[in-house]
């Protein structure tokens, strides 16, 4: 159970994998460092803080995780406790608190916590997640238009206040260059995808402002240089009196830490076709944030984005991750001093398309049509979140949690379902059904959802087809560990049959059980779908891609048991 990922992979590594996740890992690291740098300064720390966070927190996650391709580092959900703490007890305060928060990664992760994090209800992150996004957001707008704002109050009313009664003092040419910088990181994708919007925004806003002179913040002008060489280990001053005060903060990072971490992990799962160890996950996590703020750094977990990023690349296993701090400690070391040129609203325009991306306000709309319970919990958690403090929204949201948990498990009656979840085995089993030993043809890409949906995977699922490439001919999504589905679950699917019939892909649907066939049923859908494209096993549905694709097809061993007749009986 703990034994990282890295130490079970390694032994079986040939020449050509490492390869590929080398080239993923320094291409992680490019992509990494504008985040790093705007993490660390929206925390309201220096920005190599943020450099030094992503170094080593990437390798330790990666050294000692429970997830093949996890990335780690600094992340947005950190900023506004960070800032918080920062501001109250200053840096060793905030050296106390991540050193506190690690300690209780690591007990929840001995303690086998990592399982029952995955029942918390999709609202509440959704909830808080949304209300980070939106303080942010606000916390941006200063550098964004160049007001030159001093004191800002912390309050989110007093604070759009003060911006609307000082919009007067704009700088034009620093929102120019916000502008631009954002505009560039919006419609770059369209161009290429394999070198990220914010690193050209970055090198080409830098170069208009030395070139022209122009009159615009940079982080030279408000932190002096970058440090070119990496700090020495030191110990925050213990006071006894602040750890007690420090202690929900603390326990806040960890939370949040936790479900960053566990959510980045069941994606990736969803994407590579794995299975994380989420106690081992939870450990490396712990461990990480202990280091950290040892060298300087904050707070730790793994980042949706930069671990989606590294399996686009081709990284399969912890070493592309490992590859990745090690490129941004050469950049660090190599290049830090020209960091400092960088334009505050450049950096301001990168952390207002991470908010807009945290912000899942397509999910916040779609969870408003859900039932009463869930709505109140999702405006709940996110206007504590925004109006008040994050630290009551996550006390608030974990209760909420606890009871809507209690509620649903005595109405779940499907035992196996919790069993499965519980599960935290040791190794990986071997799957002889996994798709990577099956002849996937040409112009087919094959999904895999594991488990209830929970932490939101079928809507990051969603996102992640929505930012592929090259779409395929004939998209075939795997249930056969999905043993029960919602409305939430019910209407993304007929959102990807939506938009597959328009963009003319078919969709195929292997290993369906008896819930789920009958709540497409009921939902109309399957008569959308097609019966002829509802399959028992993924074999079959590999045939019938074939057979579109005007292929011949290959069939599955003899005396196979087809199981979709069994559970059209069942449903």
Request: aromatic content about 8%; proline content about 5%.
């Amino acid at each position: 159970m703990f034994k990282p990922k890295l130490f079970v992979l390694f032994p079986k590594l040939d020449r050509a994998a490492i390869t590929k996740d080398v080239i993923a890992g320094v291409l992680v690291g490019i992509v990494a460092l504008p985040l790093a740098i705007a993490f660390g300064i929206a925390s309201g720390v220096s920005p190599e803080k943020g450099l030094i966070t992503a170094v080593i927190g990437g390798f330790i996650v990666s050294f000692l995780g429970g997830s093949r391709v996890q990335i780690g580092g600094p992340t947005g959900a950190f900023i506004v406790i960070v800032y918080g703490i920062v501001q109250q007890y200053g840096l060793n305060g905030l050296m106390l608190a991540t050193l506190m928060a690690g300690i209780i990664l690591i007990v929840m992760g001995l303690a086998q916590f990592g399982q029952i994090i995955k029942f918390i209800p999709y609202p509440v992150v959704v909830g808080f997640t949304s209300g980070i996004a939106v303080v942010i957001f606000s916390s941006q707008v200063n550098d964004f238009l160049g007001l030159g704002l001093q004191n800002i109050p912390a309050d989110f009313i007093e604070k759009w206040v003060y911006y609307i009664n000082s919009i007067h003092t704009i700088n034009y040419q620093t929102f120019g260059i916000g502008l631009l910088s954002l505009l560039i990181i919006i419609f770059w994708p369209k161009v290429s995808k394999k070198i990220p919007g914010s690193i050209i925004a970055l090198f080409l806003s830098t170069f208009i402002v030395q070139y022209f002179g122009l009159t615009v913040e940079t982080i030279e002008s408000r932190f002096g240089s970058i440090p070119s060489a990496f700090p020495a280990p030191s110990f925050p001053t213990i006071n006894f009196a602040d750890i007690r005060h420090l202690i929900m903060p603390a326990t806040t990072i960890a939370i949040l830490a936790a479900i960053e971490a566990l959510l980045s992990a069941v994606v990736a799962d969803g994407m590579i076709g794995g299975k994380h160890k989420s106690n081992m996950e939870l450990v490396a996590q712990g461990v990480a944030n202990i280091a950290s703020p040892l060298f300087g750094g904050i707070p730790v977990t793994g980042a949706i984005a930069r671990t989606a990023a590294n399996i686009k690349n081709g990284g399969r296993t912890p070493v592309a991750g490992i590859v990745h701090a090690i490129t941004l400690l050469l950049i660090m070391l190599l290049f830090g001093q020209w960091a400092k040129l960088i334009p505050m609203a450049t950096l301001a325009a990168i952390l207002v398309m991470v908010a807009v991306n945290m912000s899942e306000y397509h999910v916040f709309k779609q969870i408003l049509k859900s039932p009463k319970s869930d709505v109140i919990v999702l405006l709940t958690t996110f206007s504590l979140t925004v109006i008040f403090d994050l630290t009551v929204a996550i006390e608030v949201g974990m209760i909420l949690a606890v009871i809507l948990f209690m509620r649903r498990m005595a109405n779940e009656t499907n035992i196996n379902i919790i069993r499965s979840e519980m599960a935290d085995d040791e190794e990986e089993k071997i799957d002889i059904n996994n798709i990577e030993n099956k002849q996937v043809p040409e112009g087919v890409e094959v999904y895999e959802i594991n488990g209830p949906m929970f932490f939101g995977a079928a809507t990051k699922f969603k996102e992640i087809l929505l930012e592929v490439k090259n779409p395929p001919k004939v998209m075939i999504l795997r249930m056969r560990n999905v043993m029960a589905i919602d409305a939430t679950g019910l209407n993304l699917l007929k959102e990807i049959v939506t938009e597959n019939n328009k963009s003319g892909i078919r969709l195929l649907i292997s290993g369906i059980h008896a819930q789920p066939l009958f709540a497409l049923t009921q939902y109309n859908l399957l008569d959308v779908i097609g019966e002829e494209n509802i399959f028992g096993n993924i074999d079959d549905a590999l045939d019938r891609a074939r057979e579109l694709l005007g292929q011949p097809k290959i069939g599955r061993p003899e005396n196979f048991e087809s199981e979709v007749e069994r559970e059209r009986t069942k449903a």
